[in-house]
């Protein structure tokens, strides 16, 4: 009896021990959560940015530089030249929260967005220059497009992507750009369908990317693509209109951290069938006996194969893209749209016109050494031990990407010609 009590009395403490380590336990992971708010900060006390745009300043600006970040004369400044950073700012309680509240947008609204420009050597120095300008803190979680002049990005954009890569609160799915003018003009742009540019500027592209009119290209697509050794990365390339519409004027093309050129409107569409990228958002003129004999089609579906080879000791790629394609119009009423043989005759046509598209755009990225198609990354995984033993850096596949032999082999077949009959 009595060795039962001590049993029992062991087991006791063994219990109260247990519930003891247990409820340790218990505030141990709850801890973490009473740290959770300690750096909080009020979306008022938030200065939140949407947009923001960089430009060459030029000289003369070098008046307008504030000693924020340096004291004139005791900073070994860069050589390169002031660049000129605009930020768009949201203002409280003006943003549209609904479709029906954007629809009565132009620059005789009630202003939603406050625009300001700074100068400074570097992106950050800009920024904190700005800082010192506005009471809240800049929030970049809400930063959805960066626009950069041509002008910068022909001098290199190491600086920008650097600056923009290590801030933790930029989204990689924020849309980088590049601007034909003045990069600013679009940030301070007054679309009518539209009361906050920057909103209408990612509705322009996110409607490009559903319509097939442009490949989806995120500011994390394009430092991905920039980063690999076998490839080159791309912006849309954009132009302000006289109505404070946007256009996508074509693609823009690195090599490395500067603008290597740009495309034409339509070869945006050479370049999306190379990759087999559906659907098309371009129409094509189809040529059958003359200027008075055109068709006009429509390409719905797209699929392509790459294929890296080697010969004669060099690189050789072959593109072979299938399209399917419908008949959209006919100028001439001649042109029996239900006979085969002139049906057969587009699809031939249309062929050639393609081979010919792809081709040129081929070449004009050869010519200046930037591979967005990522040639050299088939290069790279198919033929590892030429890449490794001939090729290994991204300077060195640029300058053999000018060289290479290129096949392109099209396939074509009309899928539909309308609800009409003939």
């Known amino acids: 009896m009595y060795y039962f009590n001590i049993k029992r009395g062991s087991r006791l403490t063994t219990n109260r021990w247990f519930k003891a380590v247990k409820l340790l336990g218990i505030m141990l992971l709850l801890l973490p ?84 420009n700074v100068v400074g050597h570097t992106i950050d120095d800009a920024i904190m220059n700005l800082q010192q300008q506005i009471s809240a803190k800049l929030f970049f979680g809400h930063l959805r497009v960066i626009v950069i002049s041509e002008a910068v990005a022909k001098k290199g954009m190491q600086n920008v992507n650097d600056y923009f890569r290590r801030n933790s609160e930029v989204r990689r799915m924020a849309w980088m750009m590049i601007s034909k003018g003045n990069a600013e003009a679009l940030m301070k742009a007054a679309p009518k369908l539209e009361r906050v540019p920057t909103l209408y500027l990612i509705s322009t592209m996110d409607s490009a990317v559903k319509m097939g009119k442009f490949p989806n290209d995120f500011v994390g697509n394009f430092w991905s693509n920039s980063s690999k050794k076998g490839q080159e990365g791309f912006l849309p390339y954009m132009d302000i209109k006289k109505e404070q519409n946007v256009e996508i004027m074509g693609l823009a093309y690195f090599k490395g951290s500067k603008l290597a050129g740009v495309t034409k409107p339509f070869e945006i569409a050479g370049y999306m069938g190379i990759k087999g990228i559906s659907k098309s958002g371009y129409r ?47 100028i001439n009423e001649r042109i029996p749209a239900d006979n085969s043989d002139i049906l057969k005759k587009i699809e031939q046509t249309n ?32 033929q590892p031990q030429y890449w490794n033993q001939n090729i290994r850096t991204k300077d060195r596949w640029g300058e053999m990407y000018k060289d290479i032999s290129v096949d392109v082999k099209v396939m074509t077949r009309i899928r539909r010609v309308g609800m009409k009959a003939k």
Do not use: M
């Not at 939140?48 to 070098?62: F, K, N, T, Y």
């Open 33 to 116: 959560l009473l740290t959770g708010c300690w750096d909080r900060l009020e979306i008022e006390e938030r200065a939140v940015v949407l947009g923001i745009s960089v430009d060459v300043a030029g000289p003369e600006a070098l008046k307008e530089e504030d000693e924020v970040s340096h004291i004139q004369g005791k900073f070994p400044a860069p050589e390169k030249d002031l660049i000129r950073v605009a930020v768009q700012i949201a203002l409280p309680g003006r943003i549209p929260l609904g479709p029906g509240e954007a629809i009565s947008g132009g620059k005789g609204s009630q202003a939603t967005v406050w625009v300001l």
């Open 284 to 330: 094509g003129f189809v040529s059958l006996d003359g200027p008075s004999d055109n068709v006009t089609i429509y390409a719905t579906s797209r699929k392509s194969k790459i294929e890296a080879q080697i010969k004669d000791n060099r690189p050789h790629i072959t593109v072979s893209v299938f399209t399917e394609i419908s008949l959209e119009e006919k």
């Open 351 to 382: 062929k050639e016109s393609l081979v010919k598209t792809y081709q040129d755009l081929i070449r004009k990225t050869q010519k200046n050494g930037s591979d967005i198609f990522g040639f050299g990354e088939y290069v790279r995984a198919k």
